[in-house]
Each structure stands twice: as C-alpha cells, then as structure tokens.
C-alpha cells in the first residue's frame, strides 16, 4: 500500500478505463481490504442495507462484460454520448473526446477484467419520489472503495451504463427480487503512475452562498 496523503487520493483517483491490467490477477484479499474500509462509509440511519458483488468468474464476467457492451453501444452512439457533449467549444470537446474513446475502450475489455465489483442497496420496494436517501445510503461506501483501491495500486472506473439491462445482470448473478444495483465497478491493477488532477470548472462558477 503506497503512502499518500488524503488531498493525492482525493484529486488522482480517476477513471481508469484503457489502462487495466487485464493480465495480472487481483487477490481477494485485497479487494476484502478495500470493502472493510467502505464499510466505514455512512448510510441513512445506520441501516447498512448495501450488499456487495465481487464478480471474479470468467464466465460470469464475460457475461456481464456482454451486456455492458451492447448498452454501451447504444450510449455511444445517441446524443448524449461523452463525446458528441460541448461541441461548441474546441478545448472541453478535445478532453470529452478522449473520455469518449475510453468510453468505448472499455466497452471492448469489461468482461476481461479481473474484478467487477456491483455495490447494491438491500429494500423491499425502491421509492416513487425521492430516492437521495436511499442512494445515498451506498454510493458514499462505493466511492470509498474505489479511494482505496487507489491506493493499494488498483484502478477503477464508475459506470452505471449496465443498468439500462439491469436486470439481465440480476439474473446472471442469482440477486434476489429485493437486491438493486447501484453501480458496476471493474477493478484491476493499472499500468503508468502519472495520474493527476482532472481539469475542472472554477469552483466561482458553481459556488453559491446563502443563495442562488
């Protein structure tokens, strides 16, 4: 596990698509280390009502990997697609076409990838209205996941784009009729190391104080 301060974890944890190792195996134990940790995370009341998969099966993941790719498609080729997104201006265009190639790089891979981690929210019913709470209740321990698999010289990506088929993957994973998926995670060591701070809108143009 490589030293890093909260502030290195926090800004160069990034989508890692077209740089998985799909050769080098990923040990249980690790991916264990980095759940235990996300176990730490909040939940609304303290339920802790998520449930994890850990896909390692090829078969299993090459089927996931399936379905991930067709839906993938389809995102890829409709208007809202990563890289048909700020066409009007060359700069942030330029950085949402490479994000689209990866896009479709991953598509290719994802069934080849070592771990495919599906975080997932235990409930009898998924609300009508507001669902930010029950949501909230997984996706802080998800994201942790990923903070610590950074540092443990994993890689991963966040991609929901499975969901559109959601439950074609429920049924390759068995999950009962009450488990719902919040997010598909390929997990897998990287190669390179020069991961850096994304660029990002200035925090003045998003920041609003006391009102809008």
């Excluded at 909260?6 to 190792?21: G, H, I, W």
């Excluded at 060359?90 to 949402?96: G, I, K, M, S, T």
């Excluded at 019913?125 to 909230?136: K, M, Y």
């Excluded at 994201?143 to 991963?156: D, E, I």
Aim: charged share 20%; proline share 6%.
């Amino acid at each position: 596990m490589s030293e890093m301060s909260a502030e290195t974890v926090l800004t160069t944890t990034r989508s890692v698509r077209k740089r998985l190792d799909l050769t080098r195996p990923v040990d249980l134990a690790v991916v264990r280390e980095c759940l235990t940790i996300a176990l730490q995370a909040p939940s609304g009341s303290n339920r802790q009502q998520w449930q994890w998969l850990v896909v390692t099966d090829a078969g299993q993941r090459a089927a996931i990997g399936d379905v991930y790719r067709r839906s993938c498609e389809e995102y890829l080729a409709s208007e809202a697609a990563a890289g048909k997104l700020f066409a009007d201006d060359p700069e942030r265009n330029a950085v949402q076409q490479r994000v689209h190639s990866s896009v479709a790089a991953l598509a290719d891979t994802m069934g080849q990838v070592p771990v495919l981690l599906l975080p997932c929210i235990r409930t009898d019913s998924l609300p009508s209205g507001n669902q930010a709470g029950l949501w909230g209740s997984v996706l802080p321990a998800a994201w942790s996941f990923m903070l610590a698999a950074r540092t443990r010289g994993l890689g991963t990506a966040w991609t929901t784009l499975h969901l559109r088929y959601e439950s074609e993957v429920a049924k390759i994973l068995d999950l009962p009729s009450d488990v719902h998926q919040a997010a598909l995670i390929p997990t897998a060591y990287y190669t390179g190391t020069d991961f850096k701070p994304a660029p990002r809108q200035p925090l003045d143009e998003v920041l609003h104080i006391d009102r809008w």
